[in-house]
């Protein structure tokens, strides 16, 4: 393998990387003309509907669905009973694992239903109101259990269990203590006790954050056909093809190469698009009715069934020199996961104090069931929680220190060779090259006035994913470039990739025609997630360019009847250095692929280890209204480390994307459960997302410290611009008003209550 | 959502007939649809009948000496691009320019906006059957109460919605209902009701009545009048607290001064603002009034922000106007 250092190629001179070409996607996304999972319609094709648990925690009695099956138009209906069985088994989704048996008994409840929403019947009808209609006619007997709703009335003596035999893993041995609790790890690094010692300062604070959603804006859909030859296909919503095969061929019980995704365009995902909720549904429904089957959410189904991202409590203490050196850390992460296992509090603490060197840290997690949807991952998973916590405590800090934010930042900052509590040491990072930035912005050095204004600063920090890639591509007579890649495109990745492709090759962004594959068209790709397609998927296209360049070579030595080392290959002009009259481009060497051997096409798959961590640093200005509590953002800027900015517009969109999902968490957005655990706020109406009108334009700034794992330097950058907002915001309200909030939404009910306490 | 049958009517004198209920058949008024739409979506209701209004002509602003009179179907949109509107009824133009978002002001009606259903999540909840469903129980009370009512609430403690209610209120309208029986003529004051009154209907419109047309009299020349709504989000929001106001000073001394509150009890919430008549309006005695007019408030649980929130309106609007 090579080492990391070799990786990185070092180019200064790019031709098309950091250029802005129009995206590949885009017409087709303007005119309204690129298809999404719910525009499938196909001949003879059911709708299905989904009924889903009224209730929060209760045991399931009996279901009868005679008269559903009687109703006119109804096709099928099925319940768990028609899954296969699943072991107690755990499957790698990409971002995030499943265990098998869980995943079951989330897409159709078994005995027990554990949130409101939860699926328990699924119907297949002519006609999607005919479905609606058989949903009314199912009768489910349960018996209603108490349900718990956070973190503190899970883990409270003798709360209600969702799970009967549910024990507590604590430092990987089982406890055999019965609990909600079901895992609790911890990371340390030095001796936190000793280090707290050192400490002239120390701040405790404790911080409790709501549950919020991703808030993609196109709902889960499905649609599948299970054909007479036991071929099933998908279409489908989704961040990997290839998991959504892999879950879908389990839970099912077939050969996954018996399963084919065709991944639609996909309206946002935000890690809330990996785990599969209607597709083995749909399938199921195909095959009992022979036809095919498809499936749509509505909004409050994805609400109340989909995602969302933990609400968590975390206890956050670190304790400072009296010169403003971070002697120790420590955390205690408890994240809610929902009505099964599992959750980011692991990435949270792998996170929450890596923006600083700090030589003795100890960090406990918690995962803890709720009776709320399964959470999934969201941008960052677990980070954004955690740095509200610990960059919160920092602002207090340098508040007791007098001292500069950034300049007590820089002072502590990690770098290359820092060790995370977690245990691995930090090669190349941009880390500080973003804070020396930020205090040199035009935001942070201008003066802000006015009543109840203030200014907050965070830092964040995200470790990014590298996973597999798989890409091919053809030469064209023409010239140009068909690329065949497995990474759905979320946020420009084709754009990327065929930029990637077309820098290697010395061609223009607009020869390569890019496509997103269905799982028989292209090798396994991992999901679009972690930040990681433009990385990794574009080391997969690096390499295909080399590929393609090499047999390019090859043709040209064949033409000239040269040896090939005697063929040079500059910004897509091959030249044979024996006869510098012989030159072709590569366009005309295409038009000759026939008489010399026929088609090139180029392959590669990569599963690259040189993941880069990425940065980020936000400046926050907010204006209080002391009398409503509202906090109006007045101005933002976003500080990032990419690595390379391959198609910049997309990075600062993805940086401002990050942004405002960010502010949206620190301000408004929660779900609010009624006591008896159903979701109270299943609708965007009362689901408060900040939209454009609510938002200044986010500045952002671009940090290009090359990632030595990529050969154009390239880090992720989807994931880290929506770890620092709540923590900065949080800060600027305390520089606008003089009170600290330690609860996320900072909405004005809560910010007016802590004013009138603080007066 | 169920089935159901959709009419429309071009003669007025029809609807009654239309709208007339059967024992086990249920007709509701569409006119923008947007309310509608929604309670039909979350299975609020099941009618077997929609009666579209919108070919009734009612689509009209229709300015005289006397005031202005407004046809149920003009859209909130009509309202805030029509400039003696803007001029003359200012409060009314605001309110209707503060209703969500554009898309939704270019479709929902006045007369929908002044009969739509309540936001509560209780009452929108399916799971929920509520006081107003029939039910047994406010669940508000111990609830998740946050957006509930401060004043005026009990048994059921819904917040009224509406926007231009409130400045409607404010600026003396009256509000002409038709049912089988023919016209009648509401003063919006007395148009809404609380769950004290009737647990069931916010508005005194029967079920086979429909409202045709909203007519506010010329202010007194000298009148002022805004509407101040604060919303939890910027954007596309109900009022979590908001005051219409109407004000006419001569002499630098208040002569007539209307304020009415939205979203903090089930109906629109007037004040008796006599106190400030014949006063020179100084921000004390505004404050003073406001603190008068929520004396009495009882919020629940998790809502007594409301209360603050709801003097800052009252203070912020008279004060806008002075």
Known sequence: ?759 | MNAFEYVNPSNLQDVPQLLSQKRDRKSVVMAGGIDLLGELKDNLITPDRLVNIKALDLRYIRHSKEGVRMGATTTLSDLVSDEEIVKTYTALAEAAESVASLQIRNVGTIGGNLCQRPRCWYFRGEEFHCLKKGGHKCFAVDGENKYHAVMGGGPCHIVHPSDTAPALIALHATIKIHGPNGERTVPAADFFLLPMENLYQETVVHSNEVVTEIFIPKPKAGTKSTYLKFKEKGSMDFALAAAAVALRVEGGVCKDVQVVLGGVAPKPWQADASALVGQVVTEERVVAFANTVLKDAAPLRDNAFKVTLSKTMIKRGVLALV
Not at chain 1, 245 to 253: G, M, N
Not at chain 1, 378 to 404: K, M
């Open chain 1, 1 to 759: 393998m090579a080492t990391q250092e070799e990786d990185y190629l070092g180019i200064t001179d790019y031709k098309v990387i950091g250029t802005r070409p129009i995206r590949h996607d885009g017409v087709d996304k303007v005119t309204g003309r690129a298809k999404y999972g719910a525009d499938i319609d196909l001949a003879g094709m059911l709708h299905g509907k989904v009924l889903r648990s009224p209730h929060a925690h209760a045991r399931i009695k009996s279901i009868d669905i005679s008269k559903a099956e009687a109703h006119p138009g109804v096709r099928s209906v099925i319940t768990v009973k028609d899954l296969p069985l699943q072991e107690d088994q755990i499957k790698d989704l990409g971002e995030g694992a499943a265990n098998l048996m869980d995943l079951r008994c989330n897409v159709l409840a078994e005995g027990k239903v554990l949130y409101h929403g939860h699926a328990v019947v699924a119907v297949a009808a002519t006609d999607a109101n005919v479905a609606e209609e058989a949903l009314d006619l199912i009768d489910v007997e349960y018996e209603v259990l108490s349900p718990v709703l956070t973190v503190h009335d899970a883990t409270a003596e003798g709360a209600p269990l969702l799970f009967e035999n549910q024990t507590t893993k604590s430092l990987g041995e089982d406890t055999g203590k019965k609990s909600n609790v079901t895992t609790h790890f911890q990371h340390k690094l030095g001796d936190v006790e000793a280090g707290f010692e050192k400490a002239d300062i120390v701040v405790e604070r404790e911080f409790d954050t709501a549950t919020v959603h991703q808030g993609y804006i196109e709902p889960q859909n499905a649609t599948a056909l299970w054909n007479a030859d036991g071929q099933v296909t998908v279409w489908c919503s989704t961040q990997g093809a290839f998991t959504v095969r892999e879950q879908t061929a389990q839970l099912l019980d077939l050969p996954v190469s018996q399963v084919k995704v065709v991944p639609m365009e996909i309206g946002g995902g935000f890690g809330g698009k990996i785990r599969v909720y209607l597709e083995p549904l749909a399938a199921v429904l195909s095959k009992k009715t022979g036809r095919p089957v498809k499936m749509v959410m509505s909004r409050t189904e994805v609400l109340q069934a989909t995602g969302p991202t933990a609400g968590s409590y975390i206890k956050c203490k670190m304790g400072v020199t009296n010169e403003g050196k971070i002697v120790a850390a420590q955390a205690t992460l408890m994240y809610e996961s929902g009505g099964f296992p599992g959750n980011w509090a692991a990435p949270g603490s792998m996170c929450i104090f890596s923006p600083y060197n700090i030589a003795d840290v100890q960090i406990d997690g918690y995962e803890v069931l709720v009776n709320k949807p399964q959470t999934m991952a969201y941008r960052a998973p677990g980070a954004t929680n955690a740095a509200f916590a610990s960059e919160t405590v920092i602002d207090e800090i340098c508040e007791a220190l007098g001292a500069d934010p950034f300049e007590f930042r820089l002072q502590n900052t990690s770098k290359e060779g820092t060790r995370r509590a977690d245990g691995p040491t930090f090669p190349r990072i941009g880390n500080e090259e973003c804070l020396q930035l930020a205090r040199e912005t035009d935001h942070y050095k201008s003066k802000l006035e006015g009543k109840a204004r203030g200014r907050g600063v965070a830092s964040g920090f995200w470790f990014n994913a590298g996973l597999k890639s798989s890409a091919s591509a053809s030469v064209n007579a023409d010239g140009k470039i068909s690329l065949v890649e497995g990474s759905t495109d979320i946020g420009g990745s084709r754009a990327a990739l065929a930029m990637q492709l077309a820098e290697t090759l010395g061609l223009k962004s607009e020869d390569i025609k890019p496509q997103v594959a269905d799982t028989d068209s292209v090798g396994e790709t991992d999901v679009t997630g972690g930040s990681r397609t433009t990385f990794a998927t574009g080391w997969a296209v690096h390499k295909v360019g080399l590929d393609i360049k090499a047999q390019m070579i090859e043709r040209a030595a064949k033409l000239w009847e040269v040896a090939a080392e005697e063929v040079s290959y500059v910004d897509g002009v091959l030249t044979n250095s024996a006869d510098a009259s012989k030159q072709m481009t590569f366009a005309e060497l295409a038009g000759k692929l026939g008489e010399t051997g026929g088609p090139v096409m180029g392959r590669a798959t990569v599963q690259p280890p040189g993941v880069g961590g990425a940065f980020s640093t936000v400046i926050v200005d907010v204006e209080v209204d002391t009398e409503t509590g509202k906090v109006e953002i007045l101005r933002a800027s976003i500080i990032q480390d990419v690595g390379k900015a391959i198609h910049p517009s997309y990075v600062e969109g993805q940086m401002q994307g990050g942004v405002a999902q960010g502010i949206g968490w620190a301000l408004n957005e929660e779900y609010v459960y009624r006591e008896d655990g159903t979701l109270a706020n299943g609708s965007l109406l009362d689901y408060r997302m900040p939209t454009c009108l609510d938002l200044p334009m986010i500045e952002t700034h671009i940090v290009e410290v090359p990632n030595p794992g990529h050969p154009y330097g390239v880090r992720g950058v989807g994931e880290v611009p929506i770890v620092p907002p709540p923590a900065a915001v949080a800060n600027a309200i305390y520089d606008a008003i003089g009170v600290r909030l330690f609860d996320l939404p900072m909405s004005p009910g809560r910010v007016l209550e802590a004013l009138l306490k603080k007066d």
